[in-house]
């Protein structure tokens, strides 16, 4: 019986390296394909998501749905965006159903607390957005009000992350909070360089940071599946 369970450790935790191998492997093929080909970096882009939805179901035995459905939709996303010129705005809307799921995700982990509290937490996003939107405002045109709605969203991840962080500093909770952060910094550096200032370098900094994010959201989630197993 005991050599069973250590087989069936042993196996798990094989699965387990080999998935993080393979997103490891196709991240770094993803990178090298943002610096220096475009073909390599279109190819490897679905396989991100792919690879990270393979290391949270292995990693975990009963899958949250709602986060399984944030990685859905953060797959379409990125496929979308791969044709931004003509389906921005669905890839967007794709990354803005992801963007709630999380929220839906990180406020079932939040416990009640006094309007005080919500407000403090929210000051440093409501400050940034307000002044993120004033910076892109002129060049918007027609895309205001779909960018205007996705920061909301945007930042109220970043809110409700830290209002979970602030009520239990835990590993975890760090982790969710980071990742929140530093999603909230890919998704600006894309308006930056659609709206503001284009550059090409802005594509490399966008990806390691959306990669970066989704990967600690995917760790917290599976420490706090763990743990309620």
């Not at 196996?11 to 770094?28: E, R």
């Not at 991100?48 to 990685?71: E, Q, R």
């Not at 779909?146 to 991840?157: D, N, Q």
């Not at 962080?165 to 360089?193: H, P």
Request: glycine share 4%; charged share 10%.
């Amino acid at each position: 019986m005991i050599i069973d369970r250590n087989y069936n450790f042993m196996t798990i935790q094989t699965k387990k390296i080999t998935a993080s191998i393979l997103f490891l492997a196709v991240v770094f093929l993803h990178i090298y394909g943002v610096l220096f080909s475009d073909k390599l970096a279109f190819v490897s882009k679905p396989f991100l998501i792919t690879t990270l939805v393979i290391i949270y179901l292995i990693s975990v035995k009963k899958p949250n749905f709602w986060f399984v459905s944030a990685l859905f939709f953060s797959f379409w996303g990125d496929v979308l965006l791969l044709f931004k010129e003509q389906f921005f705005v669905f890839g967007l809307a794709s990354f803005l159903l992801a963007h709630i799921l999380y929220i839906k995700i990180t406020l079932s982990l939040v416990k009640i607390t006094s309007h005080k509290k919500i407000l403090s937490v929210s000051l440093p996003f409501v400050i940034f957005l307000t002044s993120f939107l004033s910076l892109l405002n002129d060049n918007l045109g027609e895309m205001q009000i779909p960018v205007i709605i996705y920061g909301i969203i945007i930042s109220l991840f970043g809110t409700v992350a830290l209002l979970n962080y602030v009520q239990e500093k835990s590993t975890a909770n760090l982790w969710l909070f980071l990742g929140a952060i530093i999603f909230i910094i890919s998704d600006s550096l894309i308006a930056i360089n659609k709206f503001y200032a284009p550059n090409e370098m802005y594509q490399l900094l966008i990806m390691l940071t959306y990669i970066i994010a989704q990967y600690l959201i995917c760790k917290a989630i599976i420490a706090k599946t763990a743990y309620q197993e």
